[in-house]
Each structure stands twice: as C-alpha cells, then as structure tokens.
C-alpha cells in the first residue's frame, strides 16, 4: 500500500510539474543538405524524462524548470547529435536551427525502433513496453560469421539456429527458434511489413520438425541497416505467427556513398572455404528521396568431420562416411526506394531477389545394401541431395499525411520462394536390373510457397490528449498459395518389367509421388486496432485488438495489453499479457510423402526403408482417426524493469512465460492398425506412417537479462555487453486422437519429444567486449551454452545422450587503412569447441554430434576488406 501511495505521489507530481513550468526551449531540425525540416525527429533531455518529436514542419518545444541541460536529437538515418543548452527563468529559449547530417552506418543506441509499436516516429530500444534487441549494420559485419542465422546465433541469446546435416531438405535451409518455439511461431518482418515463409517443412529429426519457417539467409546482410527483434507476444498486433516474437529487418537508406565488403575464411580443419564478396550503393532521388542497391555473393565449401576411430566397425566405417555441412552458393540482388511524390506523399519500394544452389551429403549405402547394386557401385556410394532455391519479394506502398494529422499507408507485400530437389549419386535398384538403361541422378521435385498481402493502415498522434495518444486502425488481406511438384517417374516408381523384385525410387531421396501433388491456396482477412497513450509522461498504456478469419478454418480474435511506468529517470519497470494465434500452414495441411530412414534390421545390418508422411487430407489420416488441423493457441506474459543509471550504461531484466495449445507437430511412425492401412501400405512399399496433428500442449518459462555499458579508457572506448536467456519448456498434454488411444509412445515417442523440449539451450550466454583507439579496434565475445539431453535415435539406451555445456570464443582485430579502407582479421572459435561426442549410430546426424549448441564446424578464421567512397 506504501509503495501504491509513493508511486501515485510521484505521477502526481509529474504531472503538476509539467503544467506551473513557464520556461523551455523550441527550436527547428532539419537536414543538413536541403535545409528542410525533418518530421518525426526524437529530441530527449538526458538524464531526464522529458522527450517530444517533432512536427511537420520540423518543430519542436519542450517546457522545462530553469537549469543546464544536454539535449539530443535522433532520427532513422541521420547521425545523432547531441548539444548543451539553457534554459532561463520564466521565458521559452529559441535555439538555432539544428542540423542532422545523413548516417553513413547506424549503433544500435542511435536506432530508432518502429517493430512493437505504431507510433511513427519510433521509440529507443528500451522506451518500449516489450524488451527489443536491436543489432546494427557494424555488429553484423564485425565478427567471422557470414550468413544471417550464424551471425544472429552468436549475437542474441534468445535466437538460436543450426546447421543440419543429413536431413535432406532441412540441410538446405537452417531452422531457427526464438525463446525455444518453433521455426513458425516467429513472425518476419522486411521493413515492417510480413515477409513469407519458406516452403521447406522439416520431415527429419531437426529442431522444428513439423514446421515450416522463414529463411533468414536469403536477405543479404550487405543490405541490412538494423534488426529488430521483439522478444514478446505480438500477434494481436501483427496476425498469425507472432507467438515467440517478432523479428524486423530493416534495409539501409543512405545515399551518396559506396561501401563493399570482401570477405573469406575458412575452417581450422582446413576445408569449408567461404568467399563473400558485398557491395552497396545509394544514391539521391530527387531532394528527399533515395535508392538503396545491394548485391551480395556467399559461397560455402561442405565440412568433413570424421567419426573417432572408437566408433568405427572392423570395416572402419561408422554407417556415415561424409558428415558435414552442405556446399552452396547464395546470391542476393535488393533495393530499398523512396521517392516523394509531393511534400506530404511518398512512393515507396523494397525487396529483392535471391537464388542458392546447394549441395548436401546423405548417408553413405555401403556395397551389400539392398539400397546397392555391386554392378554399378562395387563398393557401395555416397549419395547426395542437391537443391535450387529461389526467393522473390517485393513490396510496393504509398504514405501520405492528410492536412488533419492522419497518416496513411497502403501497399501490398508479394513473396515467393520455390525449392526444387535433385537425388544425385544414387540409384533405383528396380530400374538397374529391370529396365535396359538406369540413371543415377533424379529429379525428385520440388515445392512452391507464395504470399500476398495488401494493407491499409490509419495512424495519429493526438499529442493534446493526455500526454500523447497515438491511435492505429488497419486491414490486411493475404492469399497463401501451395504448391508441390511431382518428380520423374524414376525418382519413385518401383519397377518390376522382369519380375526381378528390388527396392524402388532414388534410395536416398524418393521422387515426390503424383498422387502427392498438390495445387492449394487460401485467403485470410484481417483487421486491427492498436492504441497507445501517455497517461503521464511517466506512465505508457498500450492495447491492441485483432481479428482474423481464415478460408478453410474460420475466424479468431485475440488482443494484448502493455503497460511502461516511469519510476524515477533511471528506472523504468514495463509488462505485457496477450492472446495469441498460429493457423495451420498450408505445408502442414497438404504436405505428404515418402522418406528414406535408415534402420538397422534383426541382423545388425543397416539398411533403407520407406516411411510415409501422410497428408492431413488424406484417406489414411482418416483411417487412424486424425482430425483436420486447427490453430495453435497462446497465452503470453511478460514483466521487467529497466535500469538506466547514465547514457553509458543500461541494464534490462525481463521473465516471461508462454503457453501454447494445440501445438502442430509431425507425430511419430504408426505400424499398419486395420487391413485398410496395411493395403495402402503394400501400394505405397512403406512400413510406417507419420502425419501431422495438434499435438501437444507446452509452457515456455524463461528470463532474459541485457546489460549495455560503455566508458572511455586512455585515449580509446571500450563497448561491452552481457546478454543471458534463460528458457524452459515443459509438455503439459499430448494429444491423441480417439483412434490413436493407447499409442501415446508412437505418436509422440521419446525423442521427438526432446526435439520439442530442446529446441534451443536451457540456457545461453553472451559477453561482448570491442574497444577503438584511433585507427584500430579489437573484440572478444564469450558464447556460453548450457547442457542438452537428447534421447538417441533409436531408443535403446535408457539415459540420454549427453551434452556438456560449453564455451566458444571469438576475436576480432581491426585497423583503418585509410579513410575509405579498413581491414580486418577475425578468430571465431579459435579453441576449436565441439559439443561433446556420441556414438554416430545413435545421432540423427549420423556423425558424433547432433546439429545442438556451436554446431559442429570447430573453428574458423577469417580476413574482411571493408571499403566505403
């Protein structure tokens, strides 16, 4: 009750303070160059609550008791720039014009985020109501990491994504998690707006399996000025998806200048050559406009890590020869446009186009395989899955301002991305000794996901109301479109021409069968309504409401309400509590197929055989009871405190727990339960079947912690950073259909429960240290993971297999060449840290690790030539 009383004294105070002051500032920003006033700009007094933004005109006024002040002035895109001012006894100060000049890069203290939040010209990361990492265009070009997922792995303890090996597709494209949930349970946006999925599903023992999420790698790094990563429930505020979190990428708009970046590496083992060659233009389009292009290359040689000479057999083999990461070449094309129509309307473009060709390695068919014949391959073979993914988006908008203050924006967001397989190195043994020619590489087909979304969203600032009341109204509607492709009909048919029996298909990859094509789309319509407002200066209410209704399942309605207190300059404490959903993706509803396992038989001989992943649709879901897929459902809460002593030092500590019902994920392998299946089985040449199903009910709890502080030493700055995410997952309920009663441990067996419960680290740590001295700078970042039980793939051994927790390292040694010139050396862990070994025959990987921690690359170096004109 005291404590009740304080807090109302205080927020009474504020606010009678803000009313008797007769005395301030004002003033104009404008940019540097045209000399125009800058709208939206943020002006803040350090070391004070006090904080407004300027008009369209480029204005600005603050009332404040009379006293020396620093003020400081941001704005996306511009340098910060901070000065001294006074403010005399009862009478307002005009200050001189301030002028922002353009940014030729961005700090993650000067960026202001938009991502949680409507208000238009954005909050600093921890003036929000919901915890935000922020990590700028520097951070991500400063360390040996060259693709999106690595260098979000080491930088942000909450992420985590790793390389899979012998997974077939999922070795193409990296599952990622944020705060240990699925790959789909976290919302992507490209400057603010919904970027699509990958149409990749993880069908093999992968984090995420079940799942489909969005492939971070095919927007180039080169082309990014900041990321936002919201680390909240969001989907009342932004639709389907956002139950982790929401991640913003937002590309870069200078102009005038030209930056590249030549970077190459390689791993410690001495193979996985990487060669990254960037560069970035911008130029001016007309007084405030600009075009932003990027192009960027990276090219990946695979890894070999061979298994330890305890777990090889006396033929010296350990049932996978080649573990590894795959090969792949990724290319990226973007831009980022904006061009002023009029002084209160803008044109607006973003997107890109990207392409990768990948090549992984399977698991190796040794010469009395029933997967061989010795005629073609005398020795056995190592079989390969090669991919072509391509990634289109684009985006098109208008933004106008209307002379009321109502700010418009309409535009619509296309994404596609297709994945087309190739079998290579491999055989279909029927068609090799039935048929008079045979082949050993396969087209086994392919998928296609496409999304368009077009929006119209009203937003305005009431800055009388209260202390400021920023209201958003909007609709979406989105049409998601479904395709798979049939492969040739040697990558899957069985043949038989001279009664010679043998099995059918490419052996390590089966060719997409015709009755598992499929065309399907639907619709989805959306509308919203966010309203934040400033109670007091010191107190932030912010709700949002949401409706959506769905094609093939119908209508949901969820919301969110946020709150931010102001207790004192330096302490803030903030919370949230939402509802949330997840629809069903269309790969979940409509996928089906067959895989390739790799079992060992009654004989302790390894050998192929053929499961099926049945379509949700399809008769035998029907058959074993499975009921149509519904929407995941949650429910999220948050509480935290920011602590902000001084502008050099800052630290944020957050819990927060999500629940989850009716979670989607691909059940485990079914023998055949009545003669319907088991006909159906004997047509299709399969022992088993696996299908997706709303199958579990889990409850995320974690803690995050950030601490930010920076302080000069001798001539230099040292910038250093603690980040640590605590997360547990628990399985409150599976599932199971009446039809599956009693099957509990094949629907959801141990281990596929443990991809759930593991997905990411319980816990993850980072410690950043980077310190400059004129010319020449130098970093360490710590990367800590906790231990991880994963049960074995076969399920034989009672205990786990075990991994320990673990340390990498990562150095950084930086010196300017000359003011267009800086070159750089980097160490990523330069202790060569693996997670600890397991017998290969017990990993889903079939090498000693599973895809769990650092990964399992060891460590590499590497040399960057960064230039800017």
């Known amino acids: ?107 993650d203290d000067e960026i202001l985020i938009s991502v949680g939040s409507r208000v238009t010209e954005g909050r600093g990361k921890n003036e929000g109501t919901a ?45 990622t998690s944020l705060r240990g949930l699925g790959p789909d349970q976290t919302l992507v946006l490209l400057n603010g707006k919904r970027y699509h999925q990958s149409a990749v599903i993880g069908v093999y023992g992968t984090r995420g399996r079940g799942n489909t999420g969005t492939d971070l790698n095919s927007i180039p790094v080169a082309s990014i000025d900041h990321i936002e990563i919201l680390r909240d429930g969001a989907a009342a505020q932004y639709g389907s998806d956002a139950i982790a979190g929401v991640i913003n990428v937002v590309l870069k708009t200078s102009t005038k200048e030209l930056s590249g970046n030549i970077n190459t590496g390689l791993y410690g083992a001495g193979d996985g050559l990487m060669v990254n060659p960037s560069v970035n233009y911008g130029l001016k389009i007309g007084e405030k406009g600009f075009l932003n292009l990027t192009g960027e290359v990276l090219s990946k040689a695979k890894t070999l890590r061979k298994a330890d000479a305890q777990f090889l057999d006396t033929n010296g083999q350990s049932g996978r020869t080649l573990f590894g990461d795959a090969s792949y070449l990724n290319s990226s094309i973007y831009l980022n446009s904006e061009i002023n129509l009029s002084e209160k309307t803008k044109f607006y473009s973003t997107g890109g186009f990207n392409f990768r060709s990948t090549d992984a390695q399977g698991f190796t068919v040794l010469a009395n395989s029933p ?86 969203t009203f937003t305005k600032n009431f800055e ?77 209410i912010a709700t949002s409401l949401r409706y959506e209704n769905y094609s093939d399942f119908g209508g949901t309605l969820i919301g969110k309400i946020a709150s931010r207190i102001t207790i004192s300059d330096i302490l803030s404490i903030r919370g949230a ?3 949330g959903f997840r629809a069903p993706s269309l790969a979940q509803v409509y996928y089906g197929g067959i895989i390739n396992d790799l079992i060992t038989d009654e004989n302790g001989d390894e050998q192929y055989v053929k499961r099926l992943i049945a379509n949700n649709k399809s008769d035998i879901a ?14 999220s809460g948050s509480l935290g405190l920011v602590l902000q002593p001084s502008t050099n030092f800052s630290v944020a500590l957050d819990g927060y ?96 429960r443990s ?31 906790s231990s991880i039980d994963f049960v074995d793939y076969y399920l034989a051994n009672d205990k786990p297999n075990h991994y320990d927790p673990k340390f990498t390292t990562d150095l950084l040694l930086g010196y300017e060449l000359s003011k267009n010139m800086t070159f750089m050396l980097n160490g990523s862990n330069i202790f060569n840290v693996y997670p600890s070994k397991q017998n290969p025959v017990d990993t889903e990987t079939g090498g000693m690790y599973e895809a769990v921690q650092m990964g399992f690359g060891g460590s590499s170096y590497s040399m960057r030539l960064k230039l800017k004109f």
């Open 657 to 752: 727990t999500v629940s989850v019902t009716n979670r989607m994920v691909l059940t485990g392998n079914f023998p055949a339960l009545n003669q319907t299946i088991t006909d159906a089985f004997k047509k299709l040449d399969v022992i088993s079947a696996a299908g997706f199903f709303n199958a579990l009910d889990t409850q995320t709890y974690g803690l995050d912690l950030v601490a930010n502080y920076t302080t000069p030493i001798g001539a230099g700055t040292l910038t250093s950073s603690l980040a640590f995410n605590y997360n547990d997952i628990v399985i409150n309920k599976i599932n199971v259909s009446p039809g599956l009663e009693g099957q509990e441990d094949l629907f959801l067996d141990r281990r596929q």
């Open 1 to 107: 009750m005291k404590q009740l009383i304080k807090l109302t004294l205080l927020i009474t105070v504020v606010l009678f303070s803000t009313t008797i002051f007769g005395q301030g500032i004002k003033g104009k920003i404008i940019d540097a160059d045209i000399k125009e006033g800058i709208v939206g700009a943020s002006v803040s007094i350090e070391n004070t609550s006090y904080s407004t933004s300027t008009d369209l005109q480029g204005n600005f006024s603050i009332k404040l008791p009379k006293g020396d002040y620093k003020m400081t002035v941001k704005f996306s895109g511009y340098d910060k720039k901070t000065i001294s001012v006074v403010v005399p006894a009862s009478s307002i100060a005009t200050l001189p014009d301030i002028s922002l000049e353009e940014a030729t890069g961005t700090t």
């Open 622 to 635: 029907k058959a074993y009871g499975v009921p149509s897929l519904k929407q995941e459902q949650s429910l």
């Open 755 to 785: 991809l759930v419960t593991y997905a990411a680290p319980k816990f993850k740590v980072h410690g950043l240290f980077d310190y400059k001295i004129n010319k020449i700078s130098a970093g360490l970042r710590l990367t800590g993971f």
């Open 577 to 579: 509590f939402s509802s």
């Open 464 to 540: 009388k109301v209260l202390s400021g009341l920023n209201l958003s109204l909007g609709s979406e509607f989105r049409t998601d479109s479904y395709n798979i492709i049939g492969g040739e009909e040697a990558s899957w048919k069985r043949y038989d021409d001279k009664g010679i029996k043998a099995n059918g298909g490419a052996q390590n990859l089966p060719g997409i069968r015709p009755e598992n094509v499929v065309q399907a789309s639907r619709t989805n319509f959306g509308i919203y309504g966010d309203l934040e407002a400033n109670i007091t200066k010191s107190w932030l």
């Open 371 to 456: 997967s061989n014949v010795t005629s073609v391959f005398p020795n056995g073979y190592e079989p390969r899955v090669a991919s072509d993914i391509s990634d289109v988006n684009l985006t098109l908008g208008l933004r106008t301002k209307t002379n009321n203050g109502w700010e418009i924006d309409l535009y619509n967001t296309y994404g596609r991305n297709g994945v087309s397989l190739k079998a290579l190195n491999v055989l279909n043994p029927s068609q090799v000794l039935n048929k008079a020619n045979y082949q050993t590489s396969f087209d086994a087909g392919g998928y296609n996901l496409s999304q368009n979304t077009s929006g119209l």
């Open 131 to 175: 915890p935000v990492d922020v990590i700028s265009s520097e951070q991500l070009q400063s360390f040996g990491q060259m693709d999106l997922n690595q260098i979000l792995h080491f930088l942000v303890p909450a992420f985590n994504s790793n390389r899979q090996s012998g997974s077939d597709v999922s070795d193409h494209v990296d599952p």
